[in-house]
């Protein structure tokens, strides 16, 4: 189950550029949701904390699921 969530999260991130690069394309839309609902409703999440930087001298603490990376506060 979690290989499918893989690549619908890469499938996700290209349909991304589609919908920007075509001026929001109604089907392409509805396609994203779709594939962003199956993603939320069906990932096993994998919580990991990290660090990003924010500049040279600040980093700032994220925790987020390393497989479909959706973000957690």
Known sequence: MQNIII???SAKEKL??????IDNNN??????KIIESYIE???VHNIVSDY???DPEHCKNITYCDI????LE
């Not at 089907?27 to 994203?32: A, G, K, R, S």
């Not at 479909?68 to 973000?71: H, I």
């Open 7 to 9: 690549d619908l999260v």
């Open 52 to 54: 990003i930087d924010i």
């Open 27 to 32: 089907e392409i839309v509805e396609l994203y």
């Open 41 to 43: 409703k069906n990932c």
């Open 68 to 71: 479909c990376m959706k973000t």
């Open 16 to 21: 991304e550029n589609y919908i920007i690069d």
